[in-house]
């Protein structure tokens, strides 16, 4: 499919607006099955795409995976996956946005809320935000507790109606529905609370850190379109 997508590009479709805005460094091209980021500009309709920051990321399974808790808590914790199955699930059916334009309208999700895993580490009265963190060993991104404690926002065990597929960040991704897909931490691994912001991969280059939709970010989506 990817390669059948890149000869649509080669063919034209791609305008040159659009192809030079795939050249373009700071936009969020850099995709799995897509390293060109082309088919983020060509009109596939209502479906994901596969992002990630770094060129491969390792497989965690439910042996390997684990989810650190850490910072200003009571009670520094690491969660298997197991222990997260364990825990009290959340379902949602959301909307799934990205900054750059596209859209997935009722995404089936399932998880954690993230303010139940907050409790089980117990946040200290100085913890004002968090810093997530993912094992791709690069990406990260931050949310005010006060965000981090909304009911639409899961640590997600599933979407799409099956276990969050490795492309997707699985086992475990963060599913921040309120906002655009770049709070949507892929490959969980860390929860840091902290008592200032840090700014995130994405919020470093530009992006805004309270990412909600419709309020923030106007200037990426113009810029695209
Ligand atoms: N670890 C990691 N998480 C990430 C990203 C990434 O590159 N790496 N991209 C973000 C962005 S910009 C979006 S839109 C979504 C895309 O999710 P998907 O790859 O499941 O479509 O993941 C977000 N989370
Ligand atoms: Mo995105």
Redesign the pocket.
Same mark, same amino acid.
């Given at each position: 499919m990817a390669l059948g997508l890149l000869g649509l590009g080669a063919l034209g479709i791609v305008s040159g607006r659009h192809a030079q805005s795939a050249l373009s460094s700071f936009l969020?091209p850099? *995709?799995?099955r897509d390293p060109t980021g082309l088919t983020s500009l060509l009109p596939l309709g209502d479906t &994901? #795409?596969? /992002?990630?920051?770094?060129g491969g990321?390792p497989i965690r399974d439910a042996t390997t995976y684990r989810l650190e808790i850490s910072g200003l808590v009571d009670r520094p914790t690491v969660l298997t996956l197991a222990d997260l199955q364990a825990m009290p699930q959340t379902d949602l059916v959301r909307d799934? *946005?990205?900054?750059?334009g596209?859209r997935?309208p009722r995404v089936h999700w399932s998880g954690v809320r993230l303010s139940t895993v907050l409790d089980r580490a117990g946040v200290q009265p100085s913890g004002r935000t968090l810093r997530l963190s993912? &094992? =791709?060993g690069? /990406?990260? =991104?931050s949310l005010t507790l006060d965000q981090a404690r909304l009911p639409d926002v899961l640590v997600a065990l599933k979407?799409l109606g099956g276990d969050?597929t490795h =492309?997707? %960040?699985g086992p475990v #991704?963060?599913y921040v529905a309120p906002m655009? %897909? /770049?709070?949507?931490?892929?490959?969980?691994s860390g929860i840091e609370v902290t008592d200032a912001v840090v700014p995130g /991969?994405?919020e470093h280059r530009g992006?805004d850190v309270d990412g909600f939709v419709g309020r923030s970010n106007g200037r990426g989506i113009d810029e695209r379109t």
């Amino acid at each position: 499919m990817a390669l059948g997508l890149l000869g649509l590009g080669a063919l034209g479709i791609v305008s040159g607006r659009h192809a030079q805005s795939a050249l373009s460094s700071f936009l969020e091209p850099i *995709q799995l099955r897509d390293p060109t980021g082309l088919t983020s500009l060509l009109p596939l309709g209502d479906t &994901f #795409r596969f /992002y990630s920051v770094t060129g491969g990321v390792p497989i965690r399974d439910a042996t390997t995976y684990r989810l650190e808790i850490s910072g200003l808590v009571d009670r520094p914790t690491v969660l298997t996956l197991a222990d997260l199955q364990a825990m009290p699930q959340t379902d949602l059916v959301r909307d799934f *946005q990205c900054v750059t334009g596209w859209r997935v309208p009722r995404v089936h999700w399932s998880g954690v809320r993230l303010s139940t895993v907050l409790d089980r580490a117990g946040v200290q009265p100085s913890g004002r935000t968090l810093r997530l963190s993912s &094992f =791709d060993g690069t /990406y990260t =991104d931050s949310l005010t507790l006060d965000q981090a404690r909304l009911p639409d926002v899961l640590v997600a065990l599933k979407m799409l109606g099956g276990d969050v597929t490795h =492309d997707h %960040g699985g086992p475990v #991704r963060l599913y921040v529905a309120p906002m655009y %897909g /770049y709070k949507s931490v892929k490959w969980l691994s860390g929860i840091e609370v902290t008592d200032a912001v840090v700014p995130g /991969y994405w919020e470093h280059r530009g992006y805004d850190v309270d990412g909600f939709v419709g309020r923030s970010n106007g200037r990426g989506i113009d810029e695209r379109t």
